[in-house]
Structure formats: C-alpha cells, structure tokens
C-alpha cells in the first residue's frame, strides 16, 4: 500500500509531498519533533475489514425504535431513540444463547476498544468461564476494594449512579475522575483523606483558572463520600467542611478579561506564539463566537456547517449550561480557520484533539495556560472572553437581546416570541462578522477604529 502524502500548505509553510506519519502530525499540531506514543496507530490506519466502522457508527442516526448494527461475532452496537448507543455482545455457554453488556457506551467505549473486550470473554467463553460470572465475581471485588481506597470507592459510585444520568453528564464526571481526582486520590485510604487535603486539591483546579472544574469536583466529591457512608465504608466527611476552607476564593474574579483598549496587544502576541494551531484555534474560536470554553474545547465536526457558516449545539449537549440547544454564527475568520484545522483533525470526532488522546477532545486547561504563557496570569482568561465580548458588544452599541443570545443567556425556548424569532441568528450573524472584522482592524491599528455597526 503506498503512504499517504499531504499536498498542498498549512499556515505559511509548504508541506508538499510530506509522508502523512504520526511524526508529520504531531509537528504540525504540537510543533514537536516526535509523535505521541498514542498517535502510532495512524501509521496503520488500512481499510477495515469488519462491518462495522466509526464513520459508520457516527453517522448512526436515531430512529423512532432501537435497532442493531452488527459487527461480526455476535459483537452489536445498540443504537437507541435518544442517540445513545450501547455494546452488547451475544455468545453461547453451557448451551445457552445469552447476552452481555461490554460496559460504557461509545463513544466512551470505542470500536476498537469494543473489539478488544469482544476478543477477550470469547477466550473466557473458550476457557469454560462465562463473562457473566466473571463480571459478578468483579463486582464483588470492587465493593470489598471501595472499603479501602478512594479510587475503588469512586469507581464503585460512578457504576451506580451513572445509570441514571444522561450521556453527557457521564462523560463529563468520568472526565474530573480520570484527570482531576484519581491522579491525586486514588490510592489514599478513604478513612485518611482531610479537608485540607481536598482544599488544596481543589484550590489548585482554580489557580489554574477552571474554577468551574473545582466547583464541579466539590459537588462529586460531596457524593462519592456521602455514597461511602451510606455502604458504611467510611465514617467521617471531609467535604462537609471544605467551602469553609475555599470561601476567600468565592471573592475573587473567577472570569478576568482585558479591557478594549489591551486587545489588540493580546490579539498580536496570539498570531505571534509559537503554540499548537489547536490550542490558538480553540482561542481564537472562543474571541469569534463567544460560547462557553467547555464547548468551545469539546466542537465536534458533525457540528460545524461550513457552507452555511453555522455551528449548531444540540439540547442537551455537554458543556451548555442547563443543556439549551444553541444556533452559532461563524464569521469568515472562523470558517477559514476550520478549513486548516480539518486537514489535521477532519478525520477524528473532535475539531480541537487531545494532546495525548487525540479520540478525547483539548484539554479543559489548555487554553487558559496559552494565555498565562502569554503574560496573561489573573488578567484574561477563556471563560473571561465572554465577559470582554459581552462588555464590548454593548459598548459598541449592538442591541442587548442579540447579544444575550449570542452568550447563549436563557433558555430559547421560552424566549419572548417565537422559537426562529427568538434567535436573533440574522442580526447575530451580522453583528460576529463585525466583530471579527474589528478585531482584524485593532491588530494593525495604532489606536482602535472606530466599529461598523450594520445593526
């Protein structure tokens, strides 16, 4: 099979004839010389053999009942009405046909990773041990290793309560478990664990500037040790007393944002970093269209209209404050940048990848440390640049409803008028290509020209 070759150039610099190897990708992303052990497998990316695909599971669309997409000995993907869509795996033991949950739902669990734990109980089922057995024998386990450890307890929480939830409220737990608390807390033994110690924990979540994560992190810490006591793990709650500790940070400016009179500063030094196009294209996606960074970091492709210049957010979707549904106008500026990044990333679920993960989306600090490296420290902040848009749209002398609606502020279902009315998205879609337009001008500019406001 002969290598793929990029053609054509990617910010200024020819690349013409490169081989497309993870080393290729990786410097061009991430500006460094050796690819990401993770990133190893696209030297192998060959046509897949099997029935099933990603791009075909992507493309599963919800029907009005669930149906099955099959992947080849007995391996099944359920895709349910609300989108959801589950593993199950159908063998035969003892001459009995049955069925069995692979665990977390994809994308969660991916196809690749399904495979995998298909192989694996098909050799329990040759070794003449059922898969069942083996997952009650686990779960037996778990309970007796969630009496001693933090980790096992949280585990053994996430199982339960994540039945419950929607799969966006799952993911984005397991995301605080895997990078925020196990890291820190895993191994300590639950009866050990202080207030001070989570004080600390969280304090430094909002040091970094993700006081939201430290927010959230509190909520599921409060419920992994309350769901302890209830199973009589643990007898203390060193959460009951941790806001005490973090008041003081209560009064801090969680969200600071520059003025508009230091944009154009900040503006130049973003062109001029030499930083992963993600991590500036995340920014400067945030400075276009003010949404929330959580969904600025998780866009997925499936999302991004190019031809209509539109980025459409679905109720529900992780990162939306109370799950609203969100029409967002792209300017030019935008669509051109997108048309660059989807040569690196157009083939993966997100737009902005993971550094070490390129199947999980940007980190949720990524953009925030661009800025602190930029000389920004306790001065701007992703979050900050929905203040600094806010604070300029209406200093600019755009009509208050456009720009509420662009923040996304309230729910659009219950806004005055009608649902299409509601959405303001012609007047939007005039007022961000101004401002984009404006913030190319204040780059070049001595002093800052004056709007066009086409309101």
């Not at 669930?66 to 593993?87: E, F, Q």
């Not at 924990?201 to 509190?218: F, I």
């Not at 030499?274 to 499936?302: C, E, I, M, Y």
Request: with cysteine; net charge positive; proline share 6%.
């Amino acid at each position: 099979m002969q290598p793929r070759l990029f053609r054509g150039s990617f910010r200024g610099k020819d690349f013409s004839e490169r081989v497309f190897t993870p080393k290729f990708l990786f410097e061009v992303c991430f500006g460094g010389p050796k690819p990401a052990p993770h990133l190893s497998f696209l030297d192998k990316r060959l046509p897949r053999m099997g029935k099933l695909t990603d791009l075909a599971i992507r493309n599963a669309k919800p029907r009005a009942k669930k149906y099955k997409l099959s992947g080849g000995r007995g391996l099944t993907l359920l895709v349910m009405p609300d989108g959801a869509k589950y593993w199950r795996l159908r063998y035969s033991f003892a001459g009995k046909e049955q069925e069995i949950s692979l665990g977390r739902p994809y994308p969660a669990l991916t196809l690749r990773a399904a495979e995998t734990e298909a192989n694996r109980m098909r050799d329990l089922v040759a070794a003449g041990v059922d898969p069942r057995e083996e997952r009650l024998q686990q779960k037996i386990d778990r309970n007796a290793k969630a009496a001693s450890s933090f980790a096992g307890a949280a585990e053994a929480w996430y199982e339960f309560r994540s039945k419950a939830w929607a799969r966006s409220t799952a993911n984005q737990v397991r995301e605080y478990l895997d990078k925020d608390l196990l890291p820190a807390l895993g191994k300590r033994p639950l009866s050990a664990i202080s207030t001070k110690e989570l004080a600390n924990l969280t304090r430094k979540m909002e040091e970094r500037g993700a006081p939201d994560v430290a927010k959230k992190a509190r909520q599921w810490l409060a419920s992994i040790f309350s769901y302890a006591r209830a199973n009589g793990w643990v007898d203390h709650d060193p959460v009951r007393d941790l806001r005490a500790l973090v008041l003081p940070a209560a009064n801090a400016n969680n969200y600071p944002h520059l003025s508009l009179d230091e944009l154009p500063e900040l503006l130049r030094k973003l062109d001029a970093v030499d930083a992963s196009p993600l991590v500036k294209g995340a920014a400067k996606l945030s400075l276009w269209t003010a949404n929330r960074p959580g969904v600025t970091r998780t866009v997925r492709w499936d999302e991004i209209d190019l031809a209509r210049s539109l980025w459409t957010i679905a109720k529900g979707r992780e990162g939306m404050k109370r799950g609203y549904a969100h029409l967002t106008p792209l300017p030019h500026q935008a669509i051109a940048m997108l048309r660059e990044i989807r040569q690196l990333t157009g083939t993966f679920e997100h737009v902005f990848i993971g550094r070490n993960d390129p199947q999980k989306p940007l980190s949720d600090g990524a953009v925030n440390a661009l800025l602190k490296r930029l000389g920004y420290r306790g001065k701007q902040t992703a979050h900050g640049f929905r203040h600094l848009i806010s604070t300029a749209l209406n200093e600019l002398g755009y009509e208050s409803d456009w720009v509420e609606r662009q923040l996304a502020h309230g729910d659009p279902d219950k806004i005055r008028g009608t649902y299409n009315k509601a959405q303001y998205l012609e007047q939007r879609q005039r007022m961000m290509q101004d401002w984009a337009d404006y913030l190319d001008r204040i780059k070049s500019a001595d002093d800052l020209p004056s709007p066009r406001n086409r309101g």
